[in-house]
C-alpha cells in the first residue's frame, strides 16, 4: 500500500494502527485526508533528539546513527507562505526533562483536488501537520508543534 506523505520523509515512516501511545484523541476520526506515521530512520531506530525552530521547522536526528530528517518544513508545501529569513534550530526538551522521544507525525490533506477540475492530487501538498514527541525517559507524550500550512 502506497504511504501519503511529504516526499521528504518518504523511507522514515511506519503506520500507526491506533493513537494509544500518542495519546491522540480522535485517531479513529481521521478521515481519509489524515495520514498519522511514526518516524523510523533507515537503521531502524526509533529514537530521536528533536530539533525546532520559529519557522516552524521540526527535524529529527537518530540517536543511533546521526542521520537528520526533516519531518516538517514549510519550504517543501507548494501552498505554504514561505519566509525567506532563517530560523537557527533548537534542540527541544520537554518539560519533564526528555531529550530523546519517539515520533508521531499527522499530515493532513486538503478535499479540493476531488472538487476542482485544475486542481491535482500533491503528496507535498498538505494543509496542516501536528508532531507528537513521546518522552523515552517519562513515558509521556507532547505535542511539538500543529501548524497549518495554507
Known sequence: MERICPKHVEGFIETIDNGDKYKIDDFNE?????FPY???????????????DEHPSVVAECSRCGKKIIVYDLKYYPAATKIKKEFPLKEYVSRNGDELFNICVVYEYSDEFEYEDDVEFDKNDISWCTVYGYGIKSKKVFEIISDETT
Do not use: A, Q, R
Not at 30 to 34: A, H, M, Q, R
Open 38 to 52: 511514526e518516524i523510523k530512520c533507515s537503521c531502524t531506530n526509533k529514537i530521536f533528539k528533536i530539533y525546532i
Open 30 to 34: 481521521f478521515d481519509k485526508y489524515t
